[in-house]
């Protein structure tokens, strides 16, 4: 452990002790100025923005330097960023966005609707990997003022600010025009020494090491930032990174990157904070099934297991507690659309009987037919989780193996030659159930492609569903549509939801304002301050 | 001697080329796309997945790829690395100084320090200083760097908390100058001793053989039979003779520091090749791989050039032609 003298320890538990007393009085104060919060990264960033990969650290660094037209906020609602505000026509074809007027780039010059026209129309549609999932919806997009922009979309799309206001989804964040004009954005020097309109500006990248950002002192939002820097270590060994955050050198760990078997110890140390906050992403913990092995095919045989399967058991000892048990394929916290009516209870002696009834009877050995569970190398919940399964599935008699792979091999395995029986995998479900549910599910996602459906799934009726809801944009029909599709998943079980991730990141207690949004783990730390 | 050097660097060209064949085929027979973790923790389409797999040419053929490389390497290109998409020289150019750095340090720690504790245990064959010391160095010899490496943290690092834990700089207080040496240097501490065990240990129980055998020998008796001082027998009579073995082994010494340079750099997060290298099996960013290995298997192939040179000099009876 770390060892601060006698007298720092009680100067800062004093400290503490009135922050607490002072409470609303002390958040009233404007935060000071100053600081640096130094923040890991679980690997090397494959750019500084975020217009070429869905990579968590280069989005981590990305949304500091540049801005979105929105963002969204803890109930999922899209709020201002570049646009200050904006209006959607009543046939819901119509986004007209009016951007602040004082916005600039980290070399000077103003930040236009041209700009945006240019991110959108020859950068993000043509080389975001996302781009497919709802580009194809949008007529036009187009600068009609210096400061104003419309969006005409084909057809209604209900979740159409909240993937503007994603990042993580959509890689919305505004590029200068003059910077990328003419040149190729994939190989663009300025994706490694990025300029963008955002809170810090970007000052350098030691390779393998880490990446600085000092505050632009310029910023078009008034008083912010309240840091003088921020710096970005890359640090890929979670223990030595967890040693790291322990002695001090580094001050935040996101929440993928947060051992859920050290939280409760972190939650009683004081120099620690831990931000229970912040992910629009919905995230669960899923079990795939392969529908085309020749026993999982059969939809009894599926509904078995999850009877077998004790996901309490998963979450107490294979998440140390933390978490939910998933109840749907739509998290809890997209709370419009979700909803926990089509669980299975843990029965293994129901189990028992739909296994004997889809006719496969235990033989002399008490077997009834084998199977392999998958899972990648670096999560090791899931490897706790694949072990529990293992377990569970034997008592029922079915006998599983567990494999595990580094995480190329996985995917290849799961996504490109479709050869697992049961995988281990994490699917986000938000900020909206249209851009994080369909695509896994959908007839025609069965694609050669990671995180689609590699499971082989198809349901016609729920295709049909699926293909309706998001020309609802009446938020209570629309939900009913998810309650039908919802039912159609748990009951038909491409996947097995498992648990739901708990969003945990652990912050230095020094520090405030570290995670104010939903997407906590890459956002903008333009309010974070130290106190 | 220069002839000599051209002549045995001219010999490598066909070793390397055999490397750079192996080592491609090897790296495409992994199973993994680099294609999909290029893209990303999120969904895509297939035809993205194509249409990026068509642009970095991994459609082409195995072979067709491998013609390409060839006909690039020949003009000393190491190509684009698919992950970063900058060019795989640049990358290995900026991570190689960190890694001499640790590794030339770690190995002339070693070899000093292995040579001379060889020296002096070999005087006392036997004794309890000599028993200890050897016990010390086999424990050294068969212990696995990644978990020496987490146990000097735990130690040095979090308890004791005189070094930091990791990297190569104060990220909190940068400095310039004198203090950013002394700042490099204190994040050094830790991954040299972690990097130098195995081999000062390799170094000292084979010098101090080597010792024991020489200062048995009628030179040595007759030097101390003169009056010789004991220092001088030792050091410059005895050594002189019985390092030229030590100095083979440091050279393959180099060889091992590289491929142990992955874990020591991983565990401490030291921003050299190493790590690069680590990062690049992990994204199957086949050019660099490729790059690294071909840039790891020119320093070897070097590294034995100057071993023989240094060879050269330490013993007189050999001569070069």
């Known amino acids: 452990m770390f060892h601060p003298s006698r007298r720092a320890v009680l100067a800062g538990t004093s400290a503490l002790a009135l922050g607490a007393l002072a409470g609303p009085r002390a958040r009233a104060q404007a935060p000071r100025r100053g600081g640096s919060l130094i923040l890991a990264l679980e690997g090397e960033p494959t750019s500084l923005t975020s217009h070429l990969a869905t990579d968590t650290p280069a989005m981590m660094v990305a949304n500091n330097i540049f801005n979105a037209l929105v963002l969204l906020d803890e109930k999922l609602q899209p709020i201002p960023d570049l646009a200050q505000r904006w209006t959607v026509s009543p046939d819901g074809l119509t986004y007209t966005f009016e951007l602040v007027q004082n916005a600039t780039w980290h070399d000077g010059k103003p930040v236009t609707a041209a700009d945006v026209e240019y991110t959108f129309n020859e950068i993000l549609s043509k080389v975001h990997p996302r781009a497919g999932s709802w580009w194809p919806n949008v007529a036009s997009a187009r600068a009609t003022g210096t400061h104003t922009f419309v969006f005409t979309l084909k057809a209604p799309f209900a979740p159409f600010l909240t993937m503007l206001g994603s990042v993580l989804s959509s890689g919305a964040t505004i590029l200068p025009k003059h910077i990328y004009e003419g040149t190729d954005p994939r190989t663009n020097p300025a994706n490694a020494r990025p300029i963008g309109s955002g809170a810090f500006r970007f000052q350098r990248w030691q390779r393998g090491s880490h990446i600085e950002l000092v505050r632009n002192e310029r910023y078009w939002k008034p008083n912010r930032p309240y840091l003088d820097r921020l710096v970005l270590q890359v640090l890929p060994d979670p223990a030595a990174r967890l040693l790291a955050f322990e002695r001090g050198e580094v001050d935040f760990l996101h929440w993928y990157i947060v051992p859920y078997d050290r939280v409760g110890q972190m939650r009683r140390d004081p120099r620690f904070q831990l931000l229970e906050k912040g992910d629009a992403a919905a995230t669960n913990g899923l079990m795939l099934y392969n529908h085309r092995h020749q026993h999982l095919r059969d939809v009894r045989v599926r509904q078995a297991i999850a009877h077998a399967i004790n996901r309490q058991t998963i979450r107490d000892r294979a998440l140390f507690g933390e978490g939910k048990v998933a109840q749907s394929h739509i998290g809890s916290n997209v709370a419009a659309y979700f909803t926990p009516d089509f669980d299975y209870a843990f029965d293994p002696a129901k189990a028992n009987a739909m296994l004997d009834e889809a006719g496969l009877r235990r033989g002399s050995d008490g077997r009834r037919f084998a199977v392999r569970i998958f899972w990648a190398s670096g999560r090791d919940y899931e490897g706790r989780g694949a072990e529990i399964i293992r377990d569970n599935l034997r008592d029922v008699g079915v006998e599983a193996t567990v494999q595990v792979f580094d995480r190329p091999s996985f995917i290849d395995r799961v996504f490109r030659q479709w050869d697992f029986d049961l995988a281990m995998q994490l699917f986000t479900t938000g900020p909206d159930p249209t851009i994080s549910v369909t695509p896994r599910y959908h007839t025609r996602q069965i694609q050669r492609a990671p995180f689609v459906n590699g499971m082989g799934y198809s349901n016609p009726e729920t295709d049909r569903l699926f293909d309706a809801e998001y020309r609802e944009t009446d938020v209570p029909k629309r939900a009913a549509v998810w309650r039908d599709i919802q039912r159609n998943l748990m009951r038909d079980l491409p996947a097995l939801p498992l648990f739901e991730l708990p969003p945990i990141h652990a912050a230095s207690a020094k520090f405030g304002d570290v995670v104010t949004g939903p997407q906590g783990y890459i956002q903008s730390r333009e309010d974070a301050y130290q106190r | ?321």
């Open chain 2, 1 to 321: 001697m220069l002839f000599y050097v051209a002549r045995r660097l001219a010999q490598a060209v066909p070793l390397v080329f055999v490397i750079i064949l192996i080592n491609f085929f090897l790296i495409h027979a992994a199973p993994g796309d680099p294609v999909f973790v290029l893209l990303g923790s999120m969904d895509t389409t297939p035809e993205f997945v194509e249409r990026v797999r068509r642009e970095f040419g991994l459609d082409q053929p195995l072979w067709v790829q491998f013609a390409t490389y060839l006909g690039k390497i020949l003009s000393l290109d190491l190509g684009y690395s698919l992950r970063f998409q900058e060019p795989v020289l640049g990358l290995i150019l900026d991570r190689l100084p960190a890694t001499l750095l640790l590794m030339g340090t770690a190995l002339t720690v070693s070899s000093v320090v292995g040579i001379l504790l060889g020296a002096i245990a070999a005087r006392r064959p036997y004794s309890v200083t000599d028993h200890a010391s050897t016990i010390v160095a086999l424990a050294g010899y068969s212990m696995p760097v990644f978990w020496l490496g987490q146990i000097m943290l735990i130690v040095f690092a979090l308890h004791l908390a005189w070094f930091p834990t990791q990297g190569m700089y104060s990220l909190r207080a940068p400095s310039e100058g004198w203090g950013r040496v002394m700042d490099i240097a204190r994040h050094m501490v830790l991954p040299v001793i972690t990097y130098s065990v195995y081999h000062l240990a390799l170094v000292y129980r084979l010098t101090r053989v080597k010792m024991q055998e020489t200062l048995a020998l009628d030179f040595i008796t007759t030097a101390r039979a003169k009056g010789v001082p004991e220092g001088r027998v030792v050091f410059v009579h005895a050594l002189r003779n019985a390092v030229l073995p030590v100095v083979t082994v440091i050279g393959l010494n180099f060889g091992f520091m590289l491929a142990g340079s992955v874990l020591t750099e991983t565990v401490f997060a030291w921003p050299g090749m190493g790590r690069l290298l680590f990062d690049a099996i992990g994204a199957r960013d086949y050019p660099v791989l490729m790059g690294l290995f071909t840039v790891l298997s020119l320093m070897v192939i070097i590294a034995n050039v100057i071993t023989d040179v240094i060879y050269a000099m330490v013993d007189p009876r050999v001569i070069y032609r």
